[in-house]
């Protein structure tokens, strides 16, 4: 079997993907189409072809620019669900996905049309693929923190259905002690933290992101590496990296895929998982950032990062324990 297929075939978890970033040209042309509202590009290949970033803020400009064309709860539900089939085809069994409520509510649409779409689409892809997902919630970290605390409001109807909170947008200049009270806030609500920390920014952000926001999954973490002491503290604590390979080549937080430190994190004894981030604008779902990634790890590695992100899910334990298992069986049936 190819490694190419040994990844399809691989039980995994997606923990790291904005569900905004998985709006692909063609389905933003035809919400466009929809909700007759016009693009400043005039086709997909034009559009596909603007998608060449120099920096996370590169990309950030014209992936808020992209999700304008939502409008509608359909149109939610509608990009669930095509993520969760193509997550499906990938094997994915089970998705932690995030969404930006403030720029939604920003322009103007209610908090509930975005969560109740998604959540919509959740139950459907739950039916069809038996594929399970929770939502995530995030803070956009170049609004001001009062900013989240209003959004923290909007969502209070909704919480029973959100599993946690995180922290997305521009990285540099907003470091995670910006919004101490509002991860506080949302522990309080019995809610899981998770920040984006490490990815542009220093190691020090990771820090505040551990000490300050106490989360429970670190987003992206490669800066981390630069310190050895936070590297230590990392792989003590078992916390989970949402590592997304193809996403840090576009945004250049690596120059070349084939020095991604993936394999340097595995041999710290750091918990590295992989994932897709915004696959639409990064060029792969999550098969296709195992594959990019794979000429790095041997197999029993591909299978260590397919068992890291059950593990770092927000999943029970007895599910954790069935997906796992499902994996080790994978893994002993004679793949060559
Ligand atoms: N990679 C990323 N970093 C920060 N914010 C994001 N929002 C969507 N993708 C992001
Ligand atoms: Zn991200």
């Given amino acids: ?48 072809a603007a998608y060449s970033f120099n920096s996370l803020q590169d990309f950030l400009d014209i992936y808020y620019q992209g999700a304008d064309v ?6 939610f539900r509608d990009l669930a669900l095509a993520y969760f089939e193509r997550a499906h085809e990938d094997g994915v069994a089970h998705a932690e996905i995030f969404f930006d409520p403030q720029t939604h509510t920003a322009r103007g649409l209610p908090f509930g049309v975005a969560a109740d779409g998604l959540l919509a689409g959740m139950k459907e892809a739950e039916a069809k693929f ?45 470091p ?10 949302a522990g309080k609500a019995g809610l899981k933290r998770v920040a984006h920390a490490g990815e542009e920014g220093p190691p020090e952000y990771v820090l505040e992101a551990l000490d300050v926001l106490h989360i429970d999954r670190l987003d992206h973490g490669n800066r981390s590496l630069e310190s050895p002491e936070l590297v230590t503290r990392l792989a003590r604590a078992g916390m989970t990296l949402t590592v997304c390979p193809l996403s840090n080549h576009k945004l250049c937080v690596v120059d070349d895929l084939a ?59 007895a599910a954790v324990t069935r997906h796992i298992a499902r994996i080790d069986a994978y893994v002993a049936g004679g793949v060559q």
């Avoid at 190819?2 to 063609?26: M, R, T």
């Avoid at 939502?70 to 149109?75: A, S, V």
């Avoid at 995670?176 to 806030?185: H, T, Y």
Wanted: with cysteine; hydrophobic share 40%.
């Fill in 70 to 75: 939502l409008r509608t709860e359909e149109d």
């Fill in 130 to 174: 038996g594929l399970t997902s929770k939502l995530i919630l995030c803070f956009l970290r170049h609004l001001d923190e009062d900013d989240a605390f209003l959004t923290f409001a909007d969502a209070e109807p909704w919480l029973d259905r959100i599993a946690g909170v995180g922290l997305d947008s521009s990285e540099v200049g907003h």
């Fill in 1 to 48: 079997m190819s490694d190419s297929d040994f990844i399809s075939g691989l039980p995994k978890a997606e923990l790291h993907l904005h569900v905004e970033g998985s709006l692909e040209p063609e389905q933003m042309f035809a919400f466009a189409r929809r909700n007759r509202i016009s693009i400043p590009f005039p086709n997909v290949e034009a559009l596909r």
């Fill in 259 to 317: 020095a991604h430190p993936i394999a340097d994190m595995l041999g710290h004894g750091l918990r590295p998982t992989i994932n897709s981030d915004d696959p639409a604008y990064f060029g792969g779902y999550v098969a296709d950032n195992y594959r990019a990634v794979a000429p790095l790890l041997t197999r029993d590695q591909l299978a260590t990062l397919a068992r890291n992100s059950f593990l770092g899910s927000f999943l029970d334990d």
């Fill in 176 to 185: 995670p002690s910006k919004f101490a009270r509002v991860f506080e806030a």
